[in-house]
């Protein structure tokens, strides 16, 4: 089991999320994120774990949200 940092950068600090597995960490941070207006995106995001192909798919899987969530708010404009 691996034990995951995620550290999320916003206007009013930064969130440390901690999780045990990797679908807990993804959760988490997805609805962090969720939350966040879209102003706010891209926000700045850490992923930390002993395993580095953890780290490259959340690093990815996070990026990729944001930036889907970036184009649906300039497409509105």
């Known amino acids: 089991m691996a034990t995951i940092a995620i550290l999320i950068g916003t206007q009013a600090g930064a969130r440390l999320l901690a999780a045990n597995s990797e679908r807990e960490a993804a959760l988490s941070a997805e609805a962090f994120l969720l939350r966040l207006p879209r102003r706010a995106l891209p926000a700045p995001l850490w992923v930390q ?3 580095p192909a953890v780290t490259g798919r959340l690093t990815f899987y ?3 949200l944001q930036s889907e969530r970036v184009r649906e ?3 509105r404009v």
Do not use: I, V
């Open 62 to 64: 996070l990026s990729d």
């Open 49 to 51: 774990c002993a395993d």
């Open 73 to 75: 708010r300039d497409a």
